[in-house]
DNA sequence: AGCTGGATATATCGAGTCGATACATCGTGA
DNA sequence: TCACGATGTATCGACTCGATATATCCAGCT
């Protein structure tokens, strides 16, 4: 699936601009999706080329024009046959749990900064996740509330591990440093090479 | 993070072909890093062009040649600066659940599918996991005992999510299909294309 | 009055990644 | 013998990402 599908899928839901797709995104699909304009807007243009959605200007007091977007038959036709043809990917890219992979290559300060700035990310996108599931979970379908559960389950969980495991961690890394294998810290400030 | 760094840190733990990098990724990354042959061998190339690894041919009885890379000072050098100096990305694209907050305009025979491929799917991907951490835990870091450990637990916790509300989020669709809104499959037998 | 920062809005470019594919060698089992 | 699968290197097109450019308007500060 790419991002012609997940603006196909947006539009279903209403009619919008580029922009305001990227918002619906990032407000709804937080913990597992997300689409930058580089990908948004060339979607959009393929799409009205293709027929699947119709554009039109809308002028605003206050603020730019925009251009919004609305689905047509076809392109409804097109959503769903895309949605039943293609089978659902599920992929995790984390530089982060490389980072920890590497561990006993990194200073100890650096690591527990890396812990602490993901525990608080991880909190963030939770409680900013709650607010908006309290603001809007009676309108949603059982699908919306079902994906958007996973979401906060799974970032719960992942939290969770998080703080449980934060000081054994940075305990274990400590002492195994201290043991005598060289810390990257210290090949670094020796590296004059 | 790119591939390359992640080749540099992969080599850090011994010489490797760019076949064995992949394999090593996959059975070690596999909750959290990808990365195909189509990153793997330009990174590898660049690298030695910038001479952070050097690699040479390998005659095998048996099995075509191979050419192992090995890291050099410098290209340590740059693995612990690169680990220092990057912020940690972490982030989840999943189509899956796109696939589920989209559920309504799913056939119920297409969404039960699918939601009994991923349960198969993360059961499958555990086990392998559990295998090979009993396998290697005791030559293992804290780091990368704490990398796997996350991947296990928020596998586990996905897996169990997916178990617990299979069954209201097919009882739930299908009564909402019932009611008189159409499905995806019913405007897909009527489109006739 | 003027200036800055931030939200709204569209658009593009280069760098990097992904998936498929091509090619080649050798062992294993039908 | 012959197809298949594992090992191995390599590349190409399509797509995505992140940064950046441009522009308008409001709010708040000096």
Redesign the interface.
Known sequence: ?DVK??CL?VL?MGERSGYEIKKTVEE??H????AGYGSIYPALAELERAGHVAGREVAQEGRPAKRVYGITATG??L???T??G??????????????????????AE?LAA?LD??IA?FRDGLAADLDHYARTHDQL????R??L???R??V???LD??ER?RE??LD??TV?DASGRPQ?GD??AA?G?
């Open positions: 699936m599908t997940l899928g279903s709804s699909f913990h597992f999706f997300r409804r036709d959503l769903g046959r949605l039943v293609e089978e659902p990917r599920h992929v995790v890219r984390s530089e982060f749990l490389v980072l920890m992979y590497f561990a006993h290559l990194l200073p650096r890396v700035t993901m990310r379908t059982a699908g919306q079902f994906a559960g996973y979401g389950t799974v719960a969980a992942a591990y998080l495991h054994t961690l274990e890394v195994s990257a090949a670094l590296a090479d």
